[in-house]
């Protein structure tokens, strides 16, 4: 008897590509096919590295290229369970985004944004207000947002305040993104005391709240954003609890992490999920057995 399997979700995830440095669609292709979840791509720039450290990197817009790929998948009848974006080259492309999603999604259709702008109380190279900004309508339109700690600053007005974090500091956070959000708000970067680390996730319609805490490790690990939100996005698509993909993603995160500490890579370079992978695969399988 041959053995059927279950239609495979899709997501559409719509990213940056960074030919060096493990970020962006070169995490979330991997990540989101570990979770179980086909992964198409519609890439919104090719970066020779990402931007961070590196410095005299290139990058090549490809506005002109996403929604001609959202109409030709339309074309095809293609179906899309999840949408998540990352990194935009421009604010300008949140308006395609959001053009994106009215072309692609379903009434199921579960759309996450990652609003990639800004890290450690600044804006990533390039960006200013105009991107927090875009980013506060792109996020009006998802239900789930994973900005990490100065993301949510930018867009809720909250003022940024670097570590520690009070439980108070992430609720106004949280209550300032109460426009800017859809169910799910997950706060990344997190640290509620010296040498910890996470993320916090609201479900604003329960008020429900999940946490999940590590070592924090001293310095900048990059990538490690779209780690999180690739497999948060892609198990929740696939129909996971919240504290289950909270647990999975923040312990893929925390091991390629660990790895990158003790192999010492140089941190451009971009976290060693590689090797984190085979259990993050068994957690996932754990999730949806039987």
Not at 59 to 88: K, N, V
Not at 195 to 207: F, H, L, Q, Y
Request: net charge negative.
């Amino acid at each position: 008897m041959i053995e059927t399997y279950p239609k495979l979700k899709r997501i559409a995830a719509i990213n940056d590509v960074s030919g060096f440095g493990k970020c962006s669609l070169t995490v979330a292709l991997p990540v989101v096919s570990a979770s179980g979840v086909e992964c198409a791509c519609i890439p919104t720039a090719l970066l020779s590295t990402h931007t961070g450290e590196f410095t005299g990197w290139t990058r090549h817009d490809l506005t002109g290229q996403m929604m001609p790929i959202a109409r030709h998948w339309a074309s095809l009848g293609l179906e899309f369970d999840g949408i998540y974006s990352g990194y935009l080259a421009s604010p300008e492309q949140a308006l395609v985004v959001e053009e994106i999603i009215g072309t692609l999604a379903g009434p199921d259709t579960l759309v996450i944004c990652d609003p990639a702008m800004a890290d450690n109380g600044e804006y990533y190279s390039g960006f200013d207000t105009g991107m927090a900004q875009a980013f506060r309508r792109l996020c009006a339109r998802a239900d789930i947002i994973t900005p990490n700690v100065t993301e949510a600053a930018l867009l809720s007005g909250v003022e940024y305040s670097p570590a520690p974090h009070s439980r108070d500091y992430i609720a106004r956070l949280f209550n300032g993104l109460e426009r800017h959000a859809g169910r799910y708000v997950a706060i990344t970067g997190v640290h509620p005391a010296e040498g910890v680390i996470g993320t916090v996730v609201r479900d604003r319609v329960t008020g429900e709240e999940h946490s999940a805490m590590s070592k924090a490790y001293p310095g900048m690990f990059y990538g490690t954003g779209d780690i999180f939100a690739s497999a948060l996005s892609a198990l929740l698509v696939r129909g996971a609890g919240v504290g289950d993909a909270l647990e999975a993603a923040s312990s893929l995160v925390r091991e390629s992490i660990e790895r990158t500490f003790v192999r010492n890579t140089p941190r451009p370079y971009g976290v060693d999920f590689e090797g984190a992978l085979p259990a993050y695969v068994r957690r996932v399988e754990a999730i949806f057995a039987g």
